[in-house]
């Protein structure tokens, strides 16, 4: 048994604070959250302060509820509160993460996919004492809707801006034509992407879950690329059916059952002088290097989702921050 120390009276006051602190950013999320469903930080950033009546009257929602919401939201510091008026009012540098869809720093996303996290709580409890855990099939649709909008952020702003610009070799391919392969493709947005700016090149996209497959297909449909994109169920690990000069997997390596599988199907399946592009999370290797805001979040999406569902068929469950440059390293060089 360990031996009781002195207890330091100020770091416990201060710890306190700490857990308050988050617990009121846990409530303060789940407001946002009812924000961002609801279109009420948009209306507030579209249509101006508004009182809660008439918050009330431009939403058609009841006045009693808005009112509750709009005095959280105040006292969190994401409104602005007029006491004089009694209006509340977005502040037009909170706009761009709250109200701005696809923007870059739009942060709607998270607001969808957070909640949807506590449909598997209990399961994931089941999972700590049994092993195991939640198969893609278990989350709803809010946690893909919510996916598919915070990918969406990087497709809109940096797949085109800053990551093809990044590869050169990749962006000549591309503009002359090839064959593009996006492995973990989600519901296409990257894929119809790059399809809209380099219509030369032909695209197929790959997922084990078919039901993202078949948004995905319905997604370029309506972006009118179904010429050159396509959307296809299966399970890279076991191979692909044919040769490709790029393909990409962007945040999906991490998720993987089996990663050094997948990185192998990838590796026999690039033609000579064909370029394998990974987009994974930007981690350390080592615990104290990842100690932040970030890396917390990072390791509960991971308990929640990236692991768990690797977990669930028996895979590695790297985890959301399990590949990391080094992990990265050692994968690729054993599959070559």
């Known amino acids: 048994m360990a031996e009781a120390g002195t207890i330091d009276a100020a770091r416990r006051e201060q710890f306190v604070g700490k ?23 948009k209306n507030l950033a579209e249509q101006g302060p508004a009182t809660s009546s008439e918050l009330a009257s431009r939403s058609k929602l009841n006045e009693r509820y808005l009112r509750e919401w709009l005095g959280g939201m105040a006292t ?18 909170h706009a761009p993460v709250l109200a701005h869809e696809n923007g870059p720093f739009f942060v709607g996303g998270m607001y969808q996919m957070l909640p949807a996290f506590t449909s598997v709580f209990d399961g994931v409890l ?10 893609q099939s278990q989350y709803t649709d809010m946690m893909w809707d919510g996916l598919e909008r915070f990918t969406s952020t990087w497709f809109e702003n940096l797949l085109l801006q800053q990551w093809i610009p990044a590869m050169p070799d990749v962006k000549a391919l591309l503009e002359r034509g090839c064959d593009v392969a ?83 199907s990838i590796r026999r399946a690039l033609r000579p002088g064909g370029i394998y592009v990974c987009l994974d999370i930007n981690c350390s290797d ?7 805001p970030l890396g917390a979040m990072f390791h509960g999406v991971s308990v929640f989702y990236c692991m768990t569902t690797s977990l669930a068929n028996e895979g590695a469950g790297l985890g959301t921050l399990g590949f990391h440059e080094a992990k990265v390293r050692e994968l690729c060089e054993k599959a070559g």
């Open 286 to 292: 080592k615990l104290e290097e990842n100690a932040n």
């Open 76 to 93: 969190a510091g994401y409104l602005s509160y007029d006491g004089s008026t009694k209006r509340f009012s977005l502040p037009i540098e």
């Open 182 to 264: 996006d492995v973990g493709c989600g519901r296409g947005r990257g894929l119809i992407k790059l399809a809209e700016a380099f219509p030369r090149s032909h695209y197929v996209g790959y997922d084990n879950f078919g039901p993202t497959v078949a948004r995905a297909t319905a997604n370029a449909r309506e972006a009118g690329v179904t010429d050159r994109v396509r959307f296809e169920e299966r399970d890279v690990s076991k191979g692909l059916p044919t040769q490709f000069d790029v393909i990409t997997t962007f945040d999906v390596v991490h998720d993987a059952v089996d990663p050094l599988q997948l990185l192998q």
């Open 126 to 135: 089941t999972a700590f004492r049994s092993g195991g855990g939640i198969s």
């Open 19 to 41: 857990v308050v602190e988050q617990i009121s950013g846990t409530m303060t999320t789940l407001l946002g959250a009812i924000g961002d469903r609801l279109g009420l930080f």
